[in-house]
């Protein structure tokens, strides 16, 4: 079936890079999405990558996919204190639509 | 231009009442999605709607949940008689073509006494 796995918990240093992985079972996936939310909030769209690319980049942000290995990560260049949230991971279903599969979410939080 | 509004924001119910979930998409999107948060984790599919029509309700408990979209107005989960476990955030998200991203309101967080 469809699942989603990420690591529950990452810390850094503000102005490190943060890496969020995210592995994925639906190799149909036409999209893949990075969703951030903070505390009491809805889900801030940050990202998605079509399934034929390898990488975008948009700003501080940078998207790997690796299709074979069914891997895809989140790239935050020079992390700061708002990036502190969860980050969710999704992949869109096969059925012809886009139901999105959620990961259970990245807690990053960055510190001084 | 407004994104997807969710109403309440927050909704307290006794156990027995209903509860019921408004969600406005975006301007110009029809295609309707809504997912349920239970604390500490992910978000879990419950229902995608198009104007009038019911796609796919795989995701919806079999008794007591039901969604609509009418051709008028906003997007209604309904809760019937209400259980403590229906306790979640219930977020709505709306595209405006089937492939295309997802955007999500706020949510309703609703408690159950």
């Known amino acids: 079936g469809e699942d989603v796995e990420q690591s529950l918990f990452l810390s850094v240093r503000e102005g490190d890079s943060s890496v969020i992985n995210c592995t994925y079972t639906d190799s149909s996936s036409t999209y893949l999405y990075w969703y951030k939310q903070e505390p009491g909030a809805g889900l801030q769209l940050l990202t998605y990558i079509f399934s034929n690319m390898d990488m975008k980049q948009d700003q501080r942000l940078t998207v790997l996919l690796n299709k074979k290995d069914k891997h895809l990560s989140l790239r935050i260049a020079d992390t700061q204190t708002g990036d502190s949230a969860i980050y969710f991971c999704?992949?869109?279903?096969?059925?012809?639509?886009?139901?999105?599969?959620f990961g259970a979410g990245t807690r990053l939080a960055v510190h001084p | 231009n407004a994104g997807v509004m969710q109403n309440p924001r927050h909704l307290v119910r006794r156990r027995g009442q209903e509860a019921r979930l408004r969600c406005s998409p975006m301007?110009?999107?029809?295609?309707v999605y809504w997912y349920r948060q239970l604390p500490e984790e992910g978000l879990k599919f419950m229902v995608y709607?198009?104007?009038?029509?019911?796609?796919?309700e795989s995701g919806m408990p079999k008794e007591r949940f039901s969604a609509e979209f009418p051709k008028e107005g906003p997007s209604i989960l309904r809760i019937q008689q209400v259980v403590r476990g229906d306790s979640a955030a219930y977020f709505c998200?709306?595209?405006?073509?089937?492939?295309?991203?997802?955007?999500f309101g706020d949510g309703t967080r609703l408690s159950i006494l």
């Open positions: 999704a992949e869109s279903s096969t059925g012809g639509y886009n139901k999105l599969i």
């Open positions: 301007k110009g999107h029809s295609h």
């Open positions: 709607l198009q104007k009038e029509n019911i796609i796919d």
């Open positions: 998200a709306s595209s405006l073509q089937l492939d295309q991203p997802q955007h």
